[in-house]
């Protein structure tokens, strides 16, 4: 049986550093940014597209109608959450899509490791039956990812639903 291997890539350690590095650039240059409980996301109003489209319009139909504007209304504040929506959205799609390849990369291999790593299982549980000195105690540890099972039923399951 050969393992099908979608990603073969190695990153070294010097690239790893330049992107640790400018995630703390962005980290410096938005020392704003806040987060929000379950509980405050889901009590505040959301906009997509359409609504961000309504939101700038708004904007500008107030600043054409002041007479229009409530006077509880701060027009500094609304402008200022305005273009502060349309400059952090500029940021936002694009580290969106490379989150969403990161996922995707980051899934796939490890996929492929967990794959390759319940072959070598399902053959050291083979080795320890054939009595290859050392195996028993390999299985054993291993075996603590599949608990509540037999070995056998758990390494048969594990690779049946990884494929």
Same mark, same amino acid.
């Given at each position: 049986m050969s393992l099908e291997n979608k990603i073969s890539i190695?990153?070294?350690?010097? @690239?790893?550093?330049?992107?640790?590095? !400018?995630?703390?650039?962005?980290? =410096? +240059?938005?020392?704003?940014?806040?987060?929000?409980?379950?509980?405050?996301? &889901? @009590?505040l109003l959301k906009m997509g597209d359409k609504t961000v489209s309504f939101?700038?319009? @708004?904007? +500008?139909? =107030?600043? %054409?109608?002041? %007479? =229009?504007?409530?006077a509880f209304l701060d027009l500094t +504040?609304? +402008? &200022?959450?305005?273009?502060?929506?349309n400059a952090l959205i500029k940021v936002l799609y694009p580290l969106q899509q490379l989150l969403e390849k990161l996922d995707d990369t980051t899934m796939i291999? *490890?996929?492929e490791a967990f794959a390759a790593a319940l072959v070598f299982?399902? @053959?050291? &549980? !083979? =080795? !320890?039956?054939? *009595?290859?000195? *050392?195996? &028993?105690?390999?299985?054993?540890?291993?075996s603590a990812?599949?608990? *509540?099972?037999?070995?056998t039923s758990a390494a048969t399951t594990a690779t049946s639903s990884a494929n």
């Open positions: 190695s990153v070294d350690q010097t @690239s790893f550093d330049k992107i640790s590095a !400018a995630i703390n650039v962005i980290t =410096a +240059e938005m020392p704003y940014l806040l987060n929000l409980t379950v509980d405050d996301r &889901k @009590s939101v700038n319009k @708004s904007l +500008e139909y =107030a600043k %054409q109608n002041p %007479q =229009a504007v409530p +504040e609304y +402008e &200022k959450d305005v273009l502060l929506v291999a *490890g996929s299982y399902n @053959s050291a &549980k !083979a =080795a !320890a039956k054939a *009595g290859v000195p *050392g195996m &028993k105690t390999v299985v054993d540890d291993l990812r599949f608990p *509540g099972r037999n070995s």
